[in-house]
């Protein structure tokens, strides 16, 4: 009976309304806020694009039924604050979510916001509608305090670092600051305000396109998994900046995710990484391969240093189980394309990991979910799925929650290897920054936030 709320805290998104009636603030009024980003969105649609480089700064645009507080560092079903609702509330069997929506709110053009505009956005959103959304900037009588966010586009961490730091920017992208960059900036700035936070919740995983022979073999997928040396990755990408987990975030940052000790009872994850090296390499052997017949194989990802840093150690220790990979590198543009339509054999990719546990587990591992690029399937998975997103009970969804973690570590789906942690900076005179701790998409809203210059 939950499953409504969160996904409705996820999806209802997403609104590009004129709110009226919010009440004034004392705080200061104006300006252009300069960040730069990473990378180009392949577009503003936010419910057709999955990167933070489309959906953070389109957050501001959209309205939410429902969002995050925006400056609760950990995002909860305790943390969720009206928008365009003001209430909700369940019927007496937990089986209906009733919104009641914010009066006097118009659309840029002057219509005024219904129940029906909340109904097209549903249909749009489960494909069962024809309407199409009306695109307009969100303008308030109050907020935004700024006039707007400028953002440019600079592939290179060290060159977007020298804009930040000779004054060209008022903030660096959020969580994307290595521990040395971010080290860099202390040292030339400091009078800057700067945090390493976890990284939203987002992980590094080995994506195998199971479709691809020999990778659908399951003994050599497990082969593959067995060879990770995770505190190596954290070690050497992070300088130790960041936590070993699963399919869901670590605690205490992550809400759901297992804690250590049973984390390295799951298959795959035992910390004797020589052990687990030996089972790959004498699976591989089995399977006809060893020093004089290694396997070849192209690792794909996505042409960015989050990317291509943990792909180039990915494909070193590969090698310690007789494969041999060649880096394939793609652009965002053609990056994600190219993983759905599955023209690949084995990538390293990104993906988040909540707040909740119900959006992850069905979008990356529900049998042909959109998400599900690999084409992982197993019933059993599914209906654990479905039990933990009607239980009501945190304790016991808990147990379902990481029932499912055991069962994919089985599987060896999409193998987690680590999660790290990400540097942000920004000028003193950018007022009411809040970073949140586990997701890198519910804090974008930014229209508190201000220049006090």
Request: proline share 7%; glycine share 8%; net charge negative.
């Amino acid at each position: 009976m939950q499953r409504a709320l969160r996904d409705g805290t996820a999806a209802a998104a997403l609104l590009a309304l004129a709110l009226s009636g919010a009440t004034a603030s004392a705080q200061k009024t104006g300006g252009v806020l300069k960040m730069y980003t990473l990378d180009s969105p392949a577009s503003m649609s936010i419910h057709e694009e999955s990167t933070i480089a489309a959906q953070g700064p389109m957050m501001p645009v959209f309205n939410n039924l429902v969002m995050f507080d925006q400056h609760v560092k950990q995002s909860s079903l305790q943390s969720v604050v009206p928008d365009l609702a003001t209430s909700w509330s369940w019927n007496e069997d937990g089986t209906a979510l009733t919104f009641r929506l914010r009066q006097g709110v118009k659309w840029h053009d002057g219509k005024p916001f219904t129940a029906a505009d909340v109904k097209c956005t549903w249909d749009l959103l489960m494909e069962t509608g024809s309407d199409k959304f009306r695109v307009n900037p969100r303008k308030t009588s109050f907020l935004p305090y700024l006039d707007g966010i400028e953002y440019t586009t600079i592939r290179n961490p060290a060159t977007a670092v020298l804009a930040f730091v000779s004054g060209k920017n008022d903030m660096t992208f959020p969580n994307t600051l290595t521990v040395p960059l971010l080290n860099d900036i202390r040292s030339q700035m400091p009078q800057a305000i700067c945090e390493l936070t976890p990284a939203g919740g987002v992980n590094r995983h080995v994506l195998v396109n199971r479709d691809k022979p020999p990778f659908n073999n399951p003994d050599l997928r497990r082969a593959m998994a067995l060879s990770l040396d995770r505190k190596a990755f954290i070690d050497i990408i992070s300088e130790g900046q960041g936590e070993i987990g699963g399919v869901l975030q670590p605690p205490p940052d992550g809400l759901w995710g297992m804690p250590s000790d049973m984390l390295n009872g799951m298959p795959g994850y035992d910390p004797d990484v020589q052990k687990n090296r030996q089972q790959a390499r004498q699976i591989m052997e089995n399977l006809g391969y060893g020093p004089d017949n290694r396997l070849k194989m192209k690792v794909s990802t996505r042409d960015l240093p989050g990317y291509r840093d943990p792909a180039v150690l990915l494909i070193d220790q590969l090698k310690e189980v007789y494969i041999d990979g060649e880096l394939e590198t793609v652009d965002t543009t053609a990056y994600f394309p190219k993983i759905r339509r599955k023209d690949f054999v084995v990538g390293l990719n990104l993906q988040t990991s909540g707040p909740d546990p119900d959006p992850i587990l069905d979008l990356f591992y529900g049998c042909g979910s959109s998400l599900n690029w690999d084409g992982y399937c197993n019933p059993e998975v599914d209906k654990l799925i479905e039990q933990q997103s009607v239980e009501g009970d945190d304790g016991r969804r808990r147990q379902l929650v990481w029932a499912i973690e055991r069962k994919l570590a089985e599987d060896v789906a999409r193998p987690i290897i680590f999660y790290t942690r990400g540097g942000t900076c920004w000028q003193p005179y950018v007022k009411n920054v809040t970073l949140m701790v586990n997701s890198i998409f519910n804090g974008n809203r930014r229209e508190d936030w201000w220049l006090d210059r």
